[in-house]
């Protein structure tokens, strides 16, 4: 039997190739790593070399995965990410034990981080530690104390709190001055900014166009993108045209940064996002998913204050 431990190429490129592949950008990459660019592409080089066949392929100012480079990035993510946190874990632990909290990718950075320096201040006596991953957790194995996930009702697991139901709606930058992507002329003459997850068609173009009635129309242009939290910074950045998830978006739409670009209604999906907690809680715990409630019915979602303050009377 081949020695599969040989067979495999360096960590530090598989970690490089990770990097790039969670930003799609080499120079945002090498800002993550702390390396110049050039040396994060020499790693790419490296790995390339190593492995035999091409990763990325580069276009003028763009990168994008080969099929081997896609499918290479899909799974050493999640296991660098699985190996970082037992990593984690196994670090002798301060005083204070910090509470973990775990999100997938796109709600950490769309719907975590932008609430956490509030809560800092509000509470700077609790300790938090934010373990982005889109994998799924065992929150006992793992020392996980809350997590909060997307899915089907009846696929939350017991004892799952439902923060907020899902639905979507196109966005895009107001200086795009997009107001009806479902028009045809508009259609035309705009770039779809598309969520790169054949395993979620829910949240792609295709199912949302057909939902509008559009015929086969074709945009000016789509750009694909691995993470969600990338198609919003897209759409930030004036590139295109998202589809929004409605609840991760609202704070961008309410500040201007991101403006409506339908005149249809929101669109439900099946999905919804739970909060699951470990059996048992720490104090500061406690603090910090009581937070996560209370965020959770100001956002707008079906939690109101009133059930908010209820749970937290029957939990606390």
């Not at 702390?34 to 790995?47: E, G, M, Y």
């Not at 910090?98 to 999100?103: C, N």
Request: net charge positive; hydrophobic share 45%.
């Amino acid at each position: 039997m081949a020695n599969r431990l040989l067979d495999l190429p360096p960590l530090d490129l598989l970690r490089s190739l990770v990097a790039v592949g969670r930003r799609m950008s080499i120079t945002l990459a090498a800002q993550d790593m702390c390396v110049t660019q050039s040396a994060l592409s020499r790693q790419i080089q490296a790995l390339e070399a190593t492995l035999g066949y091409r990763v990325l392929v580069r276009g003028h100012r763009s990168i994008e995965f080969t099929a081997e480079g896609r499918r290479l990035f899909r799974h050493a993510d999640a296991m660098l990410e699985q190996l970082g946190e037992v990593v984690a874990s196994l670090r002798p632990g301060d005083a204070r034990q910090a509470v973990t909290i775990s999100a997938s990718i796109g709600v950490t950075a769309l719907w975590i981080l932008p609430r956490l320096n509030a809560f800092q201040q509000a509470a700077p006596q609790v300790d938090v530690r934010v373990a982005a991953s889109n994998r799924f957790v065992d929150l006992e194995r793992e020392q996980v104390d809350l997590s909060l996930r997307y899915c089907r009702p009846q696929d939350a697991p017991e004892g799952a709190l439902r923060l907020f139901d899902e639905s979507l709606v196109p966005v895009a930058h107001p200086a795009l001055a997009v107001s009806a992507i479902e028009d045809a002329a508009q259609l035309r003459k705009q770039v779809l900014l598309e969520f790169d997850d054949v395993s979620r068609p829910w949240l792609q173009w295709p199912a949302w166009l057909r939902g509008a009635g559009v015929g086969r129309t074709r945009p000016k242009g789509v750009l694909r993108f691995n993470q969600y939290d990338q198609v919003v910074q897209a759409a930030l950045a004036g590139q295109g045209v998202a589809l929004g998830r409605l609840e991760l978006v609202r704070p961008l739409l309410e500040q201007g940064k991101l403006a409506l670009a339908s005149a249809l209604p929101a669109t439900a999906s099946d999905y919804a996002y739970w909060l699951i907690a470990r059996s048992a809680l720490s104090a500061d715990a406690v603090v910090v998913r009581d937070w996560i409630v209370e965020e959770a019915a100001r956002s707008g979602g079906p939690l109101n204050a009133r059930r908010a303050a209820r749970h937290k009377a029957r939990a606390g």
